[in-house]
């Protein structure tokens, strides 16, 4: 299962990004929410975009090997969102909004291609065999 070679390292993106928000709320005391905190809001939104993102393109990405595309197709739609989601994770906790300008456009093709790439290889006659 190509996917899961994708899917084991965005998981673990999201838990570090979880664990970051974790200890900033334990070193800054805020137990719900922000705590009107800067680093923290940053955090969150951060652990936030990558909770928003990735399931979909995992989802998008296992439906694609699932229905027989060319593995090569796979492994560069997987490694372009798995480089988009780290890219852009790392750019927002630096806020640099160029770096994190070019990360979203690299996540966004990369969403546009699966879902395309994903109906050109869908089942379409066991779909219509009805």
Known sequence: MISAIYAAPAALLILWLSLNVI????????????????????????????????????????????????LVLVHTLGVAILAGRVLHARAMLRQ??????????????????????????APWRTVFSI
């Not at 955090?43 to 229905?67: C, G, H, K, R």
């Open 96 to 121: 640099n909004l160029s770096n994190r300008v070019r990360a979203m456009q690299i996540t966004i093709w990369s969403l546009l291609l699966l879902a395309l790439v994903n109906l050109v290889f």
């Open 23 to 70: 200890k900033l709320r334990h070193r800054e005391g805020v137990n719900l929410g922000d705590g009107d905190n800067a680093a923290l809001r940053l955090a969150m939104a951060t652990q936030s975009n990558a909770v928003e993102y990735i399931p979909i393109a995992l989802l998008l990405l296992f439906a694609l090997e699932s229905n027989d595309a060319p």
